[in-house]
């Protein structure tokens, strides 16, 4: 018996040295090697099917090892690591997986993986544990000239087996990521804002005019608390006042369920809707604009009304009479509410960044500018701008007091988009309420325009363009300091025609925007947009050559609707993001001194792009006191406004 057990231990050892092999499990009855040793208890049933046993000759198991028997080899050897990193593990977006044994030179999958978005490149090195669970950041890769700016974010070059895997999934992912749906939206937008007709006393035209409603890629309406309509882009009141109902007991419903509606998504446009006091206001798009983004452009709506009744009057209209008929007061802005909102259809730098752009003249020369409104103001002056071509030239402001980005886009607005200013002529005194400053009484703009082609005009050439309008803008809060205003704006202008201040605003007005080319030659940039957090102000280059049309500059806007939201969305904390899309490569970079927005072309290199990218801003640094006004022109004043 003790040669028995011997026996039998030494089998046991002998299996923990070298493992037996197990047979491949197949379907078949177990057969019976011996007729010893078998019992019908040992028996197994014919299902399910199990791989056969070997009887052995062995004493019965009352002599057999207590250790129980060891399991069949693995084809995998045992780890403690959360994967292997000589384990490659593939996962698809239909939930299968597909594993295979990676080597130093990845070879490409069987079939294409859309599951990377922005990324277009991965770095998995042989050897890190964390290689199957690391998590790539959307950046990008350059030399070591960006590496000043860019810090860490920048790295090696990708393996040559993702080289290889990314010349394969380049076409699958351009055309899943920028989907033709976009070309659809976009085909006709240049009708975009004709004019829809007035619905005719019998109403015969009224399903023509309601397509042409819907054929709108952007609406915006506003309405009372009663259900009252104040304002709507595109058609008259008769022929959606059926649609401003549904909107109306939509946002009432969930009002009376304690739960604010702030948005919704159909028919394959996004619904926002804002609160404000008595006033709800409706945002529709299709053009792939954030709830964010939209949400500015409405409280820009908001701020249009504010600058016409204040906010007390609003509040004291409603608090009598909750189903007043705003439009009464309001009449005459319609205008500028249309202009406002045309401006975000084709697409607003200024609303979108929350920032001014200035005229970029040299240092000396504005300071020159600067000194001659500080030396010629008067004491009722509270602000005084001179604008050109829609871009701040120069600002003369009270100590600790500052204009917000909205106010001087109310402004702007009002003197270059709506035609109603100066169609009264080049002199104009304006009673209007600058909610960023004050939204509780009003101010008083002088505006007087002067033409820096005057000279061209007595020649018999008329047609001045919006970019050659040059303005000067005196704010008091004083009514009755017109005269004292227009007196300064006579003794400015003199002053900088003798200095030639003037002559130096009509060179940059004609010269226009600066190209990419003129900052980084030779570079795959088309445009860009700087912007610095500071100075809450920003600079970009002129829309020629790739973006001259409507259509070409509501896509580049579209673009940077797109890096904008993906840098600034809640929880987000993006440093560099790339996007790549079928029509351009782009890019956004964030630091907390300033924000920067990059196109190229379709086929432009990353790491150029990053290297261009970079130069951009080691540019706007050099360039700050050209491109921005810093600080500006301040003086020591009363502040009082007229309730």
């Not at 409603?213 to 008769?238: M, T």
């Not at 007390?312 to 409603?318: D, G, K, V, Y």
């Not at 300091?481 to 201040?501: A, G, H, I, P």
Request: hydrophobic content about 35%.
């Amino acid at each position: 018996m003790s040669n028995v057990i011997k026996s039998e231990a030494e089998s046991t050892s002998g299996r923990s040295e070298e493992p037996r092999k197990v047979d491949i499990p197949s379907i078949a009855l177990p057969r019976q090697d011996s007729e010893q040793g078998t019992s019908k208890e040992e028996k197994r049933p014919p299902l399910p099917p199990r791989p056969s046993r070997r009887v052995s000759n062995a004493p019965p198991a009352i002599f057999s090892s207590t250790k129980s028997p060891t399991r069949p080899r693995l084809q995998s050897t045992a780890t403690t690591a959360v994967s292997r990193t000589d384990i490659h593990t593939q996962s698809f977006e239909d939930g299968s997986r597909e594993t295979s044994a990676a080597s130093k030179q990845l070879s490409p999958p069987t079939r294409p993986w859309t599951g990377w978005g922005s990324i277009r490149r991965l770095k998995i090195h042989d050897g890190d544990d964390s290689a199957s669970i690391r998590s790539y950041a959307p950046t990008i890769e350059a030399g070591a000239d960006a590496e000043s700016l860019l810090g860490d974010v920048l790295g090696p070059e990708p393996t040559s087996g993702w080289n290889i895997l990314n010349g394969q999934l380049e076409e699958t992912e351009l055309q899943q990521r920028d989907s033709p749906d976009n070309e659809v939206v976009l085909h006709d937008f240049d009708q975009e804002f004709d004019e829809i007709e007035c619905l005719d006393s019998l109403g015969s035209n009224e399903e023509d005019l309601l397509n042409q409603w819907k054929s709108k890629r952007k609406h915006f309406l506003i309405l009372s608390s009663a259900g009252k309509p104040i304002y709507n882009r595109h058609g008259d009141d008769n022929l959606i006042s059926g649609y401003i109902g549904v909107v109306q007991t939509i946002i009432s419903f969930y009002e009376g369920a304690q739960d604010r509606l702030k948005g919704f998504t159909a028919g394959g446009a996004r619904f926002v809707i804002m609160a404000q006091g008595p006033l709800y206001l409706v945002a529709i798009s299709k053009l792939g604009e954030s709830d964010s983004q939209l949400r500015v452009q409405l409280e820009a709506l908001y701020m249009q009304i504010l600058s016409t009744l204040t906010l007390p009057n609003l509040t004291h209209i409603f608090s009598n009479r909750p189903s007043t008929d705003l439009r009464r007061p309001l009449q005459g802005t319609e205008p500028l509410l249309s202009a406002l909102a045309d401006s975000f259809t084709r697409g607003s730098v200024p609303t979108l960044f929350s920032a001014l752009e200035c005229l970029k003249i040299r240092k000396s020369h504005r300071d020159v500018i600067n000194d001659t409104l500080l030396h010629k103001r008067c004491e009722s002056l509270l602000y005084g701008l001179v604008v050109a071509g829609g871009r701040l030239v120069s600002v003369v402001r009270p100590r600790r007091h500052s204009l917000h980005p909205s106010d001087l886009q109310l402004v702007f607005n009002m003197l270059f988009e709506a035609e109603g200013v100066k169609a009264g002529g080049g002199e104009n005194w304006i009673p209007l309420c600058l909610p960023g400053f004050n939204k509780n009484g009003y101010l008083y703009m002088y505006v007087s325009f002067i033409d820096p082609r005057e000279e061209e005009k007595s020649a018999g050439r008329d047609g001045v363009s919006r970019q050659d309008e040059v303005a000067i803008l005196l704010i008091s809060a004083n009514k009755e300091s017109f005269y004292d205003l227009r007196q300064m704006r006579d003794d400015v202008v003199e002053e900088l025609e003798k200095n030639c201040s003037m002559v130096i605003i009509k060179s940059a007005i004609q010269k226009g925007r600066y190209s990419v080319t003129d900052i980084v030659p030779g570079t795959v940039l088309q445009h860009f947009i700087y912007k610095s957090r500071a100075n809450v102000q920003f600079t970009m280059p002129s829309y020629e050559p790739q973006y001259t049309t409507l259509l070409a500059r509501r896509r580049l806007l579209s673009l940077y609707h797109t890096l904008h939201a993906a840098v600034h969305t809640k929880n987000a904390h993006l440093k560099v993001h790339h996007c790549i899309s079928r029509d351009a490569v782009s890019l956004a970079w964030v630091t907390p001194l300033f924000e920067l927005y990059c196109v190229a072309g379709p086929n432009s290199n990353r790491n150029a792009l990053a290297q261009n990218a970079n130069k951009v801003a080691q540019w706007a640094r050099r360039e700050e006191e050209r491109i921005f006004i810093i600080g500006g022109a301040v003086c020591a004043m009363r502040i009082t406004a007229q309730l």
